[in-house]
């Protein structure tokens, strides 16, 4: 910094770093019910952080729907007919009564249209390096009321999910739950993605699944970065998909001195 902001060096095309900038820009001036928050100046100038990792697996994908959609189409087939737009950092309502009130966001969501002509959303996580560390926050009595009215949940999950490594899926899950009830969406589901490599989040999605109820519609899933890049690589335009898998998936040998 400031050059890495200045020649937006961290995006891997010119055309996601020109949408970051905007995005940015356009952030500083949205309430506080709708502001997003972006780390700075790790969105600019940190290479691994999962934020900017995020607009470089998406970018592309938002500025054009024609890929997002074929792209969509190759991930979830039995759910998505048309991607109608994708947004990043992004929650109906931050600290809105009506969902969470809790701050929660997901860090990418493809909102479009289902096989069925209704309306869904996929919201993303993405990981890269993290290990999943962090604080335990109070559990409110929205979560529970949003969690067994979906019925996605055993009984006793939040004795698994509501605390540690596990409490930040189960926020971006319920936000999920409550943004198809409340928004009436007849489609809904929470993906954790991150690289195949990440070993934590392995064993945090395994012990997630755990907590699900057997039956019913599925709300969430798990994916690495390879399978994504490999579904998304055959219909998108130019070397994007390439210059992620470099970047992001490919390991590097270093000389040794």
């Avoid at 961290?10 to 952030?27: K, S, W």
């Avoid at 007919?81 to 809105?96: A, C, I, K, L, T």
Wanted: hydrophobic share 45%; glycine share 6%; aromatic share 10%.
């Amino acid at each position: 910094m400031p050059d890495a902001e200045a020649h937006l060096w961290n995006f891997l095309t010119p055309a996601i770093g020109d949408l970051v900038q905007a995005e940015y820009r356009a952030n500083l001036t949205r309430s506080r019910q709708q502001q997003k928050v972006y780390g700075y100046p790790r969105l600019f100038e940190d290479l691994l952080s999962s934020q900017p990792m995020a607009f470089n697996l998406f970018g592309e994908m938002a500025l054009d729907l024609e890929i997002a959609t074929a792209a969509a189409r190759a991930l979830w087939p039995a759910r998505v007919d048309r991607v109608e737009r994708v947004e990043f950092e992004w929650s109906p309502g931050r600290w809105d009564a009506r969902y969470l009130n809790n701050g929660s966001a997901a860090d990418v969501v493809v909102f479009h249209t289902t096989p069925a002509g209704g309306r869904g959303a996929i919201l993303v996580e993405t990981k890269y390096h993290e290990n999943l560390t962090g604080d335990d926050y109070e559990l409110k009595p929205r979560y529970i009321e949003v969690a067994d009215a979906s019925g996605a949940f055993a009984v006793g999950a939040e004795e698994v999910v509501g605390h540690g490594m596990l409490q930040q899926f189960w926020f971006d899950h319920l936000l999920a739950l409550a943004t198809k009830n409340t928004d009436r969406l007849d489609s809904v589901l929470f993906v954790v993605m991150f690289p195949a490599i990440n070993e934590r989040c392995v064993d945090a999605c395994a012990r997630y699944r755990s907590a699900l109820a057997i039956d019913g519609v599925p709300t969430f899933e798990h994916r690495t970065l390879e399978d994504v890049v490999a579904a998304v690589a055959p219909v998108t335009k130019g070397g994007w998909a390439s210059s992620f898998e470099q970047r992001y998936l490919l390991p590097t040998l270093v000389a040794s001195p």
